[in-house]
């Protein structure tokens, strides 16, 4: 499987600012996704990440508070805008190269708190 | 819609026990399943997946799968615990139409000496 890295790993942000977390994987691969995951919650989808095109949004979520790039096949960014408390969450970069049979891996996570 | 239940939000076992967390899925055809575990402050590992075949599914680390059609699940089994299982255990599923996984809402296992 592919070995994903997310940077940052960890950060402490103040309301009212953004950050920005990269996933890079060390080959290419067809699909990237992004997830939320709350404090003792189980993982939410935010969106697909879509090579060379605009990102797909799940229900909930949205391109002006969470916006993604994906350059290429390889590497993806995921913005949290204007943080609140409410966006303290890990967020998870996947990745899935079989298209049939939905096998997605995980990168380690970014923890974020917002204070 | 595509659903994953896991009914035990905690689970509590002895070293050297067996050990069984329940899945339960909705999905209208034969779905494609996942365990993934999260150990704390990392991301989820794949421990095994099913699409079709054999029923019974091996893993990583000495985890079994089994897919029951007829009960809608796909419990995982490990017959001897080591302390180091000591996770979050999250059962998925994922569609034939689309690219997601919807996952279930976690399983604590707690490993004791």
């Known amino acids: 499987s592919a070995v994903i890295s997310q940077k940052p790993s960890r950060d402490i942000c103040q309301r009212g600012t953004s950050l920005t977390i990269q996933c890079q994987v060390d080959s290419q691969v067809t699909m990237m996704f992004w997830y939320r995951q709350q404090p003792g919650q189980s993982l939410t989808l935010i969106a697909t990440?879509?090579?060379?095109?605009?990102?797909?949004?799940e229900s909930g979520f949205v391109i002006d508070k969470f916006p993604i790039s994906r350059p290429n096949l390889t590497f993806s960014t995921l913005t949290v805008s204007n943080m609140s408390p409410e966006d303290s969450s890990i967020y998870l970069c996947?990745?899935?190269?079989?298209?049939?049979?939905?096998?997605?891996?995980f990168g380690p996570g970014t923890r974020l708190t917002v204070l | 819609a595509q659903s994953v239940t896991q009914p035990d939000i905690h689970i509590t076992v002895s070293e050297g026990a067996s050990l069984e967390l329940r899945c339960n899925y909705s999905?209208?055809?034969?779905?494609?399943l996942f365990w993934y575990v999260q150990s704390p402050g990392q991301g989820l590992q794949l421990l095994l997946k099913y699409f079709s075949g054999d029923t019974l599914v091996q893993g990583i680390k000495g985890f079994e799968a089994e897919f029951k059609r007829s009960q809608s699940s796909f419990n995982l089994r490990k017959p001897s615990v080591h302390w180091s299982d000591a996770a979050e255990y999250f059962c998925?599923?994922?569609?034939?139409?689309?690219?997601?996984?919807?996952f279930g809402t976690g399983t604590r296992l707690q490993v004791f000496p």
């Open positions: 990440a879509n090579q060379g095109s605009e990102a797909t949004y």
């Open positions: 998925a599923v994922g569609s034939h139409n689309t690219d997601k996984l919807i």
């Open positions: 999905y209208g055809a034969t779905p494609y």
């Open positions: 996947s990745v899935g190269q079989d298209r049939s049979t939905d096998t997605q891996y």
